[in-house]
């Protein structure tokens, strides 16, 4: 069974949280996009963990977890997220962890590229997490970047990173006229951290291929949410990976295998970190209630994330472009305190409403209209199934299936392993 889980929304959607509950039932989960630029925070018996690199799976003793073809790695960054689990007690070793040769290094420069350039754009920033990924998938795409596999031959890596240096310094010193990138201090930063991970760089593709011809299963798991696809989502304040199911094969490092089914997970109400249109957002009194009670502040970066009601027209689109299956409802208990519940039913764009996901100026120009539902008011963390939920949550649920188009499988009520339900 090849199953991604994917997040419908802006992210931030419980991803990891889903991922760690389901994950028992996969012999291998593997991440296939992005970097360490955002978060899954998953809450479970072993305590609280926050994954930016890692795939969730790492959290279950008989779990492997691979690093995908499709990732982008600051080898420091995924250090230090290795020995803060193994102070934690999880063992890490590479029966558990393999990583892709093929997976891209995100190097300092990268970084500094990143924080250069939100900070010549001031006012106009994208809201970047300074984290070098837009400038590392750049560099992937003008084939200027190192692989992991690159570290397995430091006297060839020296070589290519010297001219890599040299190029990027062109734009370094050269534009930004920053301080030059030091090629030595970089090959330096490449021993100090590759160098301890070279048992885990392995061929994903033929460890994979040989993995689901043996008939094993093997989850895809997505950072970000539909609407951060470089292609589908709210570009160009989207990420600079490909954040949709349809890619998760090809940055896992299978491009020919097909996946049995996609979970999404959607949120019972949005939020959205960083800048960008974000039609459905609610401000003043109301959003920090929500903020507060649904503790929206970033995994990665503790930004507060800017919040709404939930939103018809995006989560229907971010079903169409995922292909889901069947979807996970998360964080239904955090609606508990609303009289009524907020939900933005169509857009409205120069007097014109519309049901369908718009782009570009169009989505810019894009007011929400809003309608209201029936609050519950009782606590529901304690709901184990559909029929204990209130009537209002069970109509909220069951009207959330019925305008996105989608079977809702799972829903969560608490952060914990075991707050949730099948339907
Ligand atoms: P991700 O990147 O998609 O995993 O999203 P986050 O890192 O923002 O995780 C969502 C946050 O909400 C985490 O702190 C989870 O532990 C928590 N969470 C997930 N599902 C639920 C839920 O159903 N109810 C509550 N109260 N919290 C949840």
Redesign the pocket.
């Known amino acids: 069974m090849l199953t991604a889980v994917v ?1 419908i929304n802006w ?7 889903m991922v760690d509950l389901l994950s028992g039932a996969y012999d291998i989960v593997l991440r296939y996009q992005g970097g360490n630029n ?6 479970n018996d072993k305590g609280k963990f926050i994954l930016n690199l890692l795939p969730s799976g790492i959290l279950r003793d008989e779990t492997v977890n691979v690093m995908g073809t499709g990732m982008v790695i600051d080898l420091e960054h995924l250090t230090h997220e290795i020995e803060s689990l193994r102070e934690k007690g999880i063992k890490i070793d590479p029966s558990r962890l393999v990583i892709s040769d093929r997976a891209t290094i995100c190097m300092p420069y990268h970084k500094m590229m990143d924080i250069l350039e939100e900070d010549r754009l001031a006012d106009k920033k994208f809201g970047s997490t300074r984290r070098g990924i837009a400038p590392v998938y750049a560099d992937k795409y003008m084939k200027k970047t190192l692989r992991m596999g690159d570290l397995l031959h430091p006297e060839v890596l020296k070589d290519r990173l010297n001219d890599l240096v040299e190029w990027k310094n062109l734009t370094v010193a050269g534009g930004y006229k920053h301080e030059p990138v030091d090629a030595d201090a970089m090959y330096d930063w490449l021993m100090k951290y590759g160098e301890p991970l070279r048992d885990y760089i392995k061929d994903t593709t033929v460890y994979l291929t040989q993995a689901a011809d043996a008939g094993k299963n093997i989850m895809f798991e997505a ?1 970000l949410g539909a609407l951060r696809d470089i292609d589908f989502g709210i570009y160009p304040y989207t990420s600079s990976s490909s954040t949709i199911a349809a890619y998760a094969p090809i940055g896992a490092g299978i491009p020919a295998k097909k996946l049995d089914n996609v979970i999404g ?1 959607m949120k019972a109400y949005s939020s959205c970190v960083g800048e960008g249109p974000f039609t459905c957002e609610m401000f003043g009194e109301e959003a920090d209630k929500l903020r507060g009670e649904g ?1 929206e502040y970033g ?1 990665a970066t503790g930004r507060a994330r800017r919040v709404g009601g939930f939103d018809v027209v995006a989560s229907r689109y971010g079903v169409m472009v995922q292909g889901a299956t069947e979807i996970a409802l ?5 609606l508990s305190y609303l009289d009524r519940i907020p939900v933005c039913v169509k857009y409205d764009i120069n007097g014109v409403l519309t049901d369908d996901f718009p782009t570009g100026v169009e989505l810019d120009m894009a007011k929400p209209v809003y309608e209201y539902l029936p609050g519950w008011k009782e606590d529901i963390t304690g709901c184990r199934s559909f029929d204990a939920l209130p009537k209002e949550a069970q109509d909220y649920v069951k009207y959330i299936g019925q305008v996105t188009g989608c079977n809702i499988k799972y829903v ?4 914990g392993r075991e ?2 339900f099948e339907m």
Do not use: C, M, N, P
């Open positions: 997040g992210g931030d959607e419980g991803k990891g949280r955002a978060g899954h925070t998953v809450v950072q997970i503790a995994a998360t964080k239904l208990d955090i969560s009520v608490g952060a707050e949730y």
